[in-house]
């Protein structure tokens, strides 16, 4: 049954207390048996990657490998680098909360996380007016002070360095001690969100300060790749992002898709889109067949491979879909139950709108959906394939009309319009379709 009245429009997030695998719809579970196994097997000190583009579940999957962890040997943080963003070392507050995590009241592991953050400030002051000003303290004082000074300012360098391994060891083990564990496990997440030198930073305080041999620490990077590679091209204009990460990351582990629902035929992203509907419908009864949500179910069937793709296989962007249904019910503009077989042309506009803002407009300009109906038919089409339409054009134009140019441009040159395409093919088969692209447009213009 559910409550019309007390619509949920945001983001579902585990309940305190609830296990991943009972939370998870996605099949990802799997994966974190697998993730599990390999965190359990390395020798620290080392760096591993979670890679995955935004919304595609890492902050959930770490949050359930940590719970796994603490409840064995492990000592584990979860550190939210975007918390501090304003900071130009996150390694600093990163110390200060493992120490206020788990020994906040012993006056030892106080003093100790004192005296790292404290040698870790004055090594990395040098390198923070060079990052601001292009001037290396240190080469400044060499051109202006004797030799023997200048040796003596890289010697207090060098030997600041040296600390800052020791005390972060001492820190370690101490902590270890007191715990009774057997290693850190540090969880970081957001890193991605930050400032590209920032993101710089940290990966190189990792590298250079944290990863000492001897540590019994595991620092875990759940980030998007291509942005991290972005942000190091930001720093470092000449050299190669992607060798340049690998350095640092010695494991590359990556959030999967949705996969294959097992004993059924249906893929698990259709079926995690249905329960977080359900979740924002307030349901709690178990859908039974014949009922509006079982054929909604079986409707979407239609669209089942966009669900194993990076369009609906990413959680955030089932989440935006979903809200977006809600949100039409509550305006009393569409209501998916009363309407299943509408549901998969609908979610094909939402995902036009947001991937393909062009083609949409032109579509909301001229009104013309046949020719849109056209194009699902071409991508499946050998003969209509992108690279024969693109002869054609270039063989008739300009003398031959064509309804609606943006589309015929779009689907030629864009293989990501053509493969969007691809994935909605079946829409085809619905009679009707321009009509009903039409009507559904309508509902879409208070939808941004």
Not at 250 to 270: F, T, V, W, Y
């Amino acid at each position: 049954m559910s409550n019309d009245d007390n619509f949920v429009i945001g983001e579902h997030i585990r309940d305190t207390g609830k296990k991943y695998s009972e939370f998870d719809t996605l099949g990802f579970d799997v994966a974190r048996e697998k993730f599990l196994r390999i965190v359990e097997s390395v020798m620290p000190p080392l760096t591993i990657g979670l890679y995955g583009p935004w919304g595609s579940g890492k902050t959930e999957m770490i949050k359930a490998l940590e719970e796994d962890l603490k409840n064995s040997n492990y000592l584990t943080l979860i550190f939210d680098a975007w918390k501090y963003r304003y900071e130009c070392n996150l390694i600093l507050p990163l110390i200060c909360a493992l120490q206020r995590s788990h020994l906040s009241k012993s006056e030892g592991i106080k003093v100790s996380a004192k005296k790292v953050v404290a040698s870790a400030a004055l090594v990395m002051a040098n390198q923070f007016i060079k990052n601001k000003i292009g001037i290396d303290m240190g080469e400044a004082k060499l051109a202006l002070q004797t030799y023997e000074d200048g040796y003596k300012h890289y010697k207090k360098y060098d030997d600041n360095v040296i600390r800052v391994e020791k005390e972060y060891n001492d820190f370690i083990k101490m902590l270890l001690a007191k715990k009774k564990k057997k290693k850190v496990v540090i969880f970081i997440d957001n890193l991605d969100r930050c400032l590209p030198d920032i993101v710089v930073n940290l990966l190189e305080d990792i590298s250079s300060f944290l990863s000492i041999k001897g540590a019994a620490c595991i620092y875990i990077l759940a980030l998007d790749k291509e942005n991290v590679i972005k942000a190091i091209h930001h720093r470092y204009p000449d050299f190669d992002g992607k060798h340049y990460l690998e350095k640092i990351v010695q494991i590359a582990l990556k959030m999967p898709l949705p996969q294959k629902r097992e004993n059924h035929d249906s893929s698990c992203g259709r079926y995690h889109l249905l329960k977080r509907f359900e979740w924002g419908k307030n349901y709690n009864s178990v859908s039974k067949p014949g009922d509006p949500r079982a054929i909604l179910f079986e409707k979407l069937a239609s669209i089942d491979n966009v669900f194993g793709g990076h369009l609906l296989g990413n959680p955030r962007r089932v989440e935006r879909v979903v809200n977006k249904l809600i949100m039409l019910e509550v305006m009393g503009l569409f209501q998916v139950e009363k309407n299943p077989e509408d549901a998969p042309v609908l979610i094909f506009l939402l995902l036009l709108h947001e991937y393909f803002p062009k083609v949409y407009n032109a579509l909301r300009e001229d009104k013309d959906f046949s020719y849109l109906h056209a194009a699902l038919q071409w991508s499946v089409d050998k003969v209509s394939n992108p690279f024969r339409k693109k002869k054609d054009r270039e063989r008739f134009e300009p003398n031959t009309y064509i309804p609606n140019e943006v589309i015929l441009d779009t689907y030629c040159d864009d293989d990501g319009f053509f493969n969007f395409l691809r994935g909605f093919s079946d829409l085809q088969r619905i009679a009707g379709l321009p009509g009903r692209f039409k009507q559904m447009l309508i509902h879409l213009n208070y939808i941004g």
